[in-house]
C-alpha cells in the first residue's frame, strides 16, 4: 500500500526558511506526478510546485523565484525548498503523487509570522 509521509513544517519568521519532505512508501514504479499543494481554511486548494510525467517542473507564480521542488529517487522523497517566506505561504501543506489515481499526505502545518 502506497503511504506518502510528510515532514518539516512549523512555525517560521516572515524572510525565513523551511524544507518539507515528503517520503513515498512503496514502489514509485508508474508515478506521473508528484509534488506539493497547500490549503487554507475557507479556500480551494492550490498547486504549489509539481514533478509532471515528462520530467518538467509546475509552480504557482506566487512561489516562482522563493521555492523550489526537488527529489531523491534513492529515497523515494521529494522536497520542497521554500525560502523568502510571507505571512500569505502560511497553510496546510499536502504532498501529492498520481500513480494510476491521486494519493495525498496527511498534510503539514507551514506558520509564517509577520
Known amino acids: 500500500q502506497v503511504q506518502l509521509v510528510e515532514s518539516g513544517g512549523g512555525l517560521v519568521q516572515a524572510g525565513g526558511s523551511l524544507r518539507l519532505s515528503c517520503a513515498v512508501s512503496?514502489?514509485?514504479?508508474?508515478?506521473?506526478?508528484m509534488g506539493w499543494y497547500r490549503q487554507v481554511p475557507g479556500k480551494q486548494r492550490e498547486l504549489v510546485a509539481l514533478?509532471?510525467?515528462?520530467?518538467?517542473?509546475n509552480y504557482a507564480d506566487s512561489v516562482k523565484g522563493r521555492f523550489t521542488i526537488s527529489r531523491d529517487n534513492a529515497k523515494n522523497t521529494v522536497y520542497l525548498q521554500m525560502n523568502s517566506l510571507k505571512a500569505e505561504d502560511t497553510a496546510v501543506y499536502c504532498c501529492?503523487?498520481?500513480?494510476?489515481?491521486?494519493?495525498w499526505g496527511q498534510g503539514t502545518q507551514v506558520t509564517v509570522s509577520s
Open positions: 514533478f509532471t510525467s515528462g520530467g518538467g517542473t
Open positions: 512503496g514502489s514509485i514504479f508508474g508515478i506521473t506526478a
Open positions: 501529492y503523487m498520481r500513480k494510476f489515481r491521486d494519493y
